[in-house]
């Protein structure tokens, strides 16, 4: 029988989360929610589903250290550094070579490093349906989440006729997808009730990717064959890489390949999800004051509402008579903001690239 194999996709540049995070060190290496940093969150999930030595990392080169201290289970070259960011299509083809060189039969699934997800019992069964379902018919799986709100920061899947039932669970056609709409649209899809969100989570086996990479994204596939050839010969790829990235288009793996596979299925996940996109997610997960005001570590809301304040590094931080803010300090860096503005956080960045010796803060 072929193999299972889990690749985890750990890239981004640190924006959202600032100024905690930073390009070397994004959300996914911080314990946003939780006492561990969200990647090994992802990882630990996984562990009983596939094992250790089936399982990479692919991240950038500037996190490539402290992603490998995330991940002691994993060999050292299961964690693999792209040399530059060219988003998620040439990383899905990467991961299909990884993958190739263990197993040409082999199922793998694609998945994101920094999402919080609680029922780990729906999500491994949701994740084995999508493997058997990937296993026994060549489609392109991606489970999608049932929306609860009309978000706009989100893609959205349309779910067209049911495909087939797998294990209990019922899979849908894709009938199309959806960039991040509107409001007034996206209250439309919620009470459509014919879309879930993209949660960039994927399964397939490597024979179907590869041949539908091959149709739909020829150039990506002969861009990356040099880096099949060293794989092959079992050397070390990271010099092979340098080359070939950047020659490489930059483009998402939903523009370049399931937007225009016909073969694409959908699969709503029965478990609890969130994306923990920007500061004001952090409410959802931590306690909060009689006055809604969430603290975490030296920090106090005097005469205050709705506020997370935020201290990293001991130091005292105190509010008063302030509602509806974000208010975050670290070492080197204190950020004030208000949490309907937190999305906003990257024309900060901008601000800071343009200063003088500006970098040392990103």
């Not at 997808?177 to 969100?197: H, I, M, N, T």
């Not at 990356?224 to 079992?234: D, F, H, S, Y």
């Not at 969430?294 to 005469?303: F, I, K, S």
Request: contains cysteine.
């Amino acid at each position: 029988m072929s193999e299972r194999f889990i690749v985890i996709i750990a890239g981004g540049k640190g924006e959202r989360f600032w100024p905690q995070s930073r390009s070397r060190r994004p959300k996914h290496l911080l314990p946003i929610v939780g006492k561990s940093p969200l990647l090994t969150q992802t990882l630990n999930r996984v562990a009983s589903l596939v094992p250790a030595k089936n399982t990479f990392v692919i991240t950038s080169a500037s996190q490539v250290r402290a992603v490998r201290s995330c991940c002691p289970g994993l060999a050292a070259d299961h964690v693999v550094a792209e040399p530059m960011g060219r988003d998620t299509a040439p990383a899905v083809m990467l991961a299909a070579l990884l993958v190739e060189s263990r197993d040409p039969a082999g199922t793998f699934a694609v998945l994101p490093s920094d999402h919080v997800i609680d029922d780990q019992d729906a999500y491994l069964s949701d994740l084995e349906a999508a493997f058997k379902a990937a296993e026994a018919s060549q489609v392109l799986v991606t489970i999608g989440i049932k929306p609860h709100e009309p978000a706009t920061g989100f893609g959205y899947i349309q779910q067209g006729e049911v495909w087939k039932r797998v294990q209990r669970r019922s899979f849908f056609h894709v009938k199309r997808f959806v960039e991040k709409p509107p409001l007034e649209l996206a209250e439309r899809y919620l009470k459509s009730g014919d879309y879930v969100w993209n949660a960039g989570m994927f399964v397939w086996s490597l024979p179907t990717v590869l041949a539908a990479l091959r149709e739909h994204a020829p150039g990506l596939v002969a861009g990356m064959e040099p880096v099949r050839t060293v794989l092959g010969k079992g050397r070390p790829i990271q010099s092979v890489l340098k080359k070939v990235y950047p020659q490489l288009e930059k483009i998402s793996v939903d523009y370049a390949l399931l937007e225009k596979s016909n073969h694409v299925v959908v699969l709503p996940a029965s478990f609890d999800w969130d994306d923990v996109g920007s500061w004001p997610a952090v409410t959802r997960h931590h306690p909060a004051d009689k006055q809604g005001n969430v603290c975490l570590g030296n920090a106090l809301v005097e005469q205050g509402r709705d506020n997370i304040v935020i201290s990293d590094d001991g130091h005292l931080v105190a509010v008063l008579g302030v509602d509806d803010c974000v208010v975050v300090h670290t070492r080197d860096a204190t950020l004030v903001i208000p949490k309907a503005r937190a999305q906003e956080i990257k024309l900060l960045i901008k601000r800071i690239e343009a200063t003088k010796g500006g970098a040392k803060w990103l």
